[in-house]
Structures are given as C-alpha cells and as structure tokens.
C-alpha cells in the first residue's frame, strides 16, 4: 500500500512535530524571578539575572552568574590595588586587612575561573566528585569575602574611606550567593553520597612510620636524617610517590636550616601524578611563621614528633595583627599533608585572638600534629580538610573557620582562660545554605588541659556557639568529660543563629555527653545513624576519592 500525504496534511504534521520539539526543549526553561526563588535573597537575584530571555532555563543563568561574579572579582581585586597603592593614607591596620584581602581577591578569581571551566560547557546534573569541586570552590569564595568583611570592620575604624571597600564587597557576597544558589540547583546531585570504596589503598604512614617511594638518593638522605619514629620501612606496595627530600636541621646538617627556604625551594603547581615534595624537619624549636603559599602543591612536612618538631610564633590581634594573618603557620597550597608537627602561638588569652595554624588548602591533611594556643587555635578557613590523631588546645572559640573540615581521633583540651572568660572549643562561619561546609568531630576526646583541669567547676565550657547566621558543627562517636555544661551549646549574641544554624550530637559518650540538659533551640538536633552518615568523610569529604592517596589512616564512615 503506498501512503501519501497532501500538502497541507504534510504541513500540519509538521507543526506538531515542530510544536512538541520545542516543549520538550523548553519545559526546563524558567524565568528569572521563577529561578531566583531558590536563592537566598530572590529580591537582589532579580536586579542580578536578565529578565527578557523566555527559553533560558538554570545552566543559562548559572553561568550568567558566574561570569558575571568573575568580571567582579577582578574589579574588587583592583580596588584593593588602588588603595594600596597609596599606604600614606591608611592606618597600619587597614593595610593590614587590604593585604589579607588582596590575598583572598586572587583566590576568589582563581575558584571561580575553575567552577566555570567546568559548569561553563556542561548542561546537566554532574558527577558527585565534580559536583563536590565546584559547590567547594563557590563556598570558599563567599568565605573568603566574609573574611575580608571581617577583617576591614574590625580592624579599619579609623579608616574613613572604608566604605568605599565594605559597599562592594557586601555587593560581591550577594551575588556570590546567587552564583552558589544557581551551582547548586542546576549541577548539584540533590543526594551527595561519596564512593563507597577507596580506589587504591596506600600506606605513606603505617605504625607510625612514614613509608614511601624513593630513589636510592633520596633514601639515603631520609635514612640519614631520620629519627625514631621515622625510618624506612621494608615494604615496597602501595607507597606514595616522593619526588624530592630535603632536609631541614638548625645545627646546619641539613639542606637548609629554616622552613621557609625549603618550601621556597620545592616546585611550583606541581601535579598530583607528579609526587610529594617531601620537607622533613629534624627535632628543635623553629621561631618562624611558616607560609605556604598556593603555587606550592602537594607538599608534605614530617617532624620528629609532638613537643619535638616545634613551629612556633607569637602574632596577635592586640599587637596589631589580623586574625587571619596572626597565625604561626599558615597554608593555602593545594593537597598539603603535615606530619608529626607542634605549631603554637605563645602570644597566651591576654592578647584574645591568636592563631597556631591556619589552614585554607584544598584536600589537605593533619596526622599527628599537635596545635596549641588559646583563642582561636585553628583556624579551619576554608575548603576541604581532615584532620586525624592530632590535639587542638585552646579557649574561646579555638576551633573556628568555615571549611568542610573532618577531625578523627583527635584530642581537643580546653585551657583555663582569662578571668571572666568561657570555653567554647567550635565557632562555625558558614553564612549561606548552600555552603558545603561545616565541623564534623568525629571518635574524638574532649578532656580538660592540665590547667584547667583543677579548675573545671569554676569555668563554663562549651561545645560550641554559632559564630555566622548557617553555622553548622557535629559531634559524633565521641568522649565528652565533666566539664562540658549540661547546655552543651552557648548563644553568639540573644537569639542571633539560633533557628538557621545546625548543631548536632549522636551516638556520644563520657559524663558530659547527656543530652537530657542541652539547649532547646531549632538548630539542635539529636540525630539518627542516617543523619550523622553524612558528615563522616566518605559524604562530607568524599574522602575516599583522595585520603588513600595521601595514606593517613582513616574511617570513611560511621
């Protein structure tokens, strides 16, 4: 039988198929109001977003929104260039918190180049590990606008043209937020469920000693220079790649005799196939504030152990400091790992914020490092962290920051503070719902430091309290001694976080860890085995993806 249509019929059908092409193509567009109700603020989102373009759907606005944040953050990074060139003006701590803030204006530039070159061609819901990379990247920047915030309203009130750096720098956040909001909703998977299994098993440090692949050379030059709890040992799989040793020893037997000559030697924006470069510091007290910056990839720096390998500085708010530049040793390079390492700030409670270790570098981690001040010990700044045997002592707020940060098997000892003062050992800084990131304690022990241990009943210590309006923090499998209030948690100022932060406790132990006293705010939770799976580092980190590859021994889940 021959079919046959007629013009008119072939011309009808034609329609159709062209009428349903187009519905099908255009049942994910959006408009933008419709779009900017899934942000934060939907009133700025609109003043952000193109309104006329009736077949954009998500992944349009999305990159719109990015490209549009890139092109700000270069303004903002030569603003702060404007008025640095001209210091005369300024009071020393504005130039202070201009420089913290040039610092965070290049990272910014740097994360955002890197989310669009992968949300910029890609039309779909990614793959977790991707997806994780670029909801990290977008949350980093919003932290690190908030950090720059902080620091100019703090430390630049005699500074009259302030506002000049404060109005679009809030402005940049906004849009920022819109920018994550967008990230989230169109390449997010809405369930994050990391790999169940780690793709290779490595052993860089078994039995507490370090193991891995050298040349001849380089094994001498270790064997050499080891002590103790660092010798070769005599198995030859599933080592990690050293590419380079070099030794640091103060008594001139070494390659160098400070830390900071080292790490200028190692190599810059060295690939992860490429290996470590391995800094090993001999035991001895090196007063120096050690910077790694973020062209120096993928180092990793072994001690001698806690109390023998000290770093060790000073730097203090109350001497003129920024928070985010008092500290001893401060990282931003990517896939660092620290090893057997004491880092201090001796400045002591009565200079209030002083940091040991800030840490704003991407899948890096801490073994067995011990870190040790008073107010804001550790400062967990921004991206994705883990942290695993180490001590963290402190007073207020002593384990602070906005990162996607895992602590494991860690000891964390409240000191005895100023006179007048409380304990709390977490202040989280997430600002925005959609930053994945958050303090999750896991397997730890919270005891009392020696002084403070005589003294437990007359200072007040807390888990923590909500530093920024999203805070989120986990306690999960651990031992809470007596001196942890019945409370459990304490306010930041009235009601400030109260219903939006997340603070959570499951499964925990020891006298202090009674629930039947905490706080009743709508941010507290006790949660089910479901909830706390994740925050473990298999979800929160997708550390399966990366923890075998640096070797450090580790529990991906509950």
Request: proline share 4%; glycine share 6%; net charge positive.
């Amino acid at each position: 039988m021959v079919f046959s249509l007629s013009l008119s019929s072939f011309l009808s059908l034609l329609l159709i198929i062209m009428i349903s092409f187009f519905s099908i193509n255009l049942s994910s567009a959006e408009d933008s109001t419709t779009i900017c109700k899934s942000t934060p603020d939907p009133s700025f989102c609109r003043t952000v977003l193109p309104n006329n373009n009736s077949s954009a759907n998500v992944y349009d606005y999305g990159r719109f929104s990015v490209k549009k944040s890139i092109s700000s953050a270069r303004k903002f990074q030569s603003l702060i260039e404007m008025y640095l060139r001209n210091p005369s003006a300024l009071t020393p701590a504005a130039i202070a918190a201009l420089l913290d803030c040039r610092l965070l204006a290049g990272l910014n530039i740097d994360y955002l180049n890197t989310a669009f070159a992968t949300v910029g061609y890609t039309s779909k819901t990614l793959p977790v590990v991707q997806a994780d990379n670029v909801q990290t990247f977008l949350s980093a920047i919003l932290t690190n606008v908030q950090t720059c915030l902080d620091g100019i309203q703090s430390t630049a009130q005699s500074w009259r043209s302030k506002n000049g750096v404060v109005s679009p720098l809030a402005a940049d956040a906004k849009l920022f937020s819109v920018s994550l909001a967008l990230i989230t909703k169109g390449w997010v998977p809405k369930i994050k469920k990391g790999p169940s299994k780690p793709r290779k098993k490595h052993l860089t440090f078994q039995n507490g000693k370090l193991n891995v692949k050298m040349n001849s050379q380089q094994k001498a030059i270790f064997e050499a220079a080891s002590r103790r709890n660092l010798q070769q040992t005599n198995t030859t799989s599933d080592m990690v790649l050293v590419n380079d040793i070099v030794v640091v020893s103060q008594d001139g037997s070494g390659n160098f005799t400070a830390i900071n000559d080292a790490i200028a030697a190692a190599p810059n924006n060295t690939a992860a196939s490429d290996g470590y470069f391995l800094i090993y510091v001999t035991a001895g007290v090196y007063q120096e504030y050690v910077s790694i910056a973020k062209n120096k990839k993928y180092l990793m720096m072994v001690g001698d152990g806690i109390n023998q390998t000290i770093i060790t500085g000073n730097h203090s708010v109350v001497d003129g400091w920024t928070t985010f530049n008092s500290a001893t040793f401060a990282v931003v390079g990517l896939g660092f790992v620290g090893m057997n390492l004491t880092i201090r700030n001796t400045a002591g409670a009565i200079k209030h914020q002083a940091v040991a270790l800030r840490n704003g570098a991407d899948l890096s981690t801490f073994y067995g490092c011990s870190f040790e001040a008073y107010q804001d010990t550790l400062y967990v700044h921004s991206l994705r962290q883990f942290y695993t045997e180490c001590d963290v002592y402190g007073t207020v707020d002593f384990i602070f920051g906005n990162a996607a940060v895992v602590l494991q098997n860690c000891n964390m000892y409240p000191r005895m503070p100023m006179s007048g003062q409380f304990n709390a050992i977490t202040a989280q800084g997430r600002t925005d719902p959609n930053q994945n990131t958050g303090i999750s304690i896991q397997k730890c022990t919270i005891k009392a430091a020696d002084d403070l241990a005589p003294n437990v009943g007359t200072v007040n210590t807390y888990l923590g309290r909500p530093w920024k309006l999203y805070s989120r923090t986990v306690y999960m499998d651990s031992f809470m001694d007596s001196l942890i209030k019945p409370l459990g948690w304490r306010e930041w100022d009235g009601d400030f976080a109260l219903n939006t932060s997340y603070y959570a406790e499951y499964n925990n132990r020891g006298p202090g860890s009674d629930t039947s006293g905490r706080v009743t705010w709508t941010g507290y939770h006790i949660i089910n085995a479901t909830d706390a799976g994740n925050f473990t580092v298999a979800n929160f980190l997708l550390g399966n993806d990366w923890l075998p590859q640096v070797g450090v021994p580790y529990t991906d889940g509950l």
